[in-house]
């Protein structure tokens, strides 16, 4: 069984090295601020969502980025929500 730091490693380059740009550019940053600060329970639910399709994510996130708070599966609704509210605050910082 791998330790928590090598976990985080691992999830971290899962996040930057996607399958489309757009997704890196989304999953990676927050993957660097926020991923260590997670319990163990959002870590398993983070590294299920890192599973998914890139183009399903991308929908699900830009829809909850744009106020549809059910986008996506109902099991991802913690994960997507905390994604897409880091990259929402993101964009409006960096404006």
Do not use: C
């Amino acid at each position: 069984m791998e330790d928590r730091q090598t976990r985080l490693k691992r999830m971290a380059i899962r996040s930057w090295r996607r399958g489309i740009k757009e997704m890196d550019l989304i999953l990676g940053p927050y993957a660097d601020a926020r991923m260590a600060d997670l319990d163990d329970a959002a870590l398993d639910l983070h590294e299920r969502l890192l599973d998914q399709d890139d183009h399903d994510l991308y929908a699900w996130i830009s829809a909850r980025t744009r106020g549809d708070a059910d986008a996506g599966p109902a099991e991802f609704n913690p994960a997507l929500a905390d994604v897409a509210g880091f990259a929402l605050e993101r964009t409006r910082n960096e404006r």
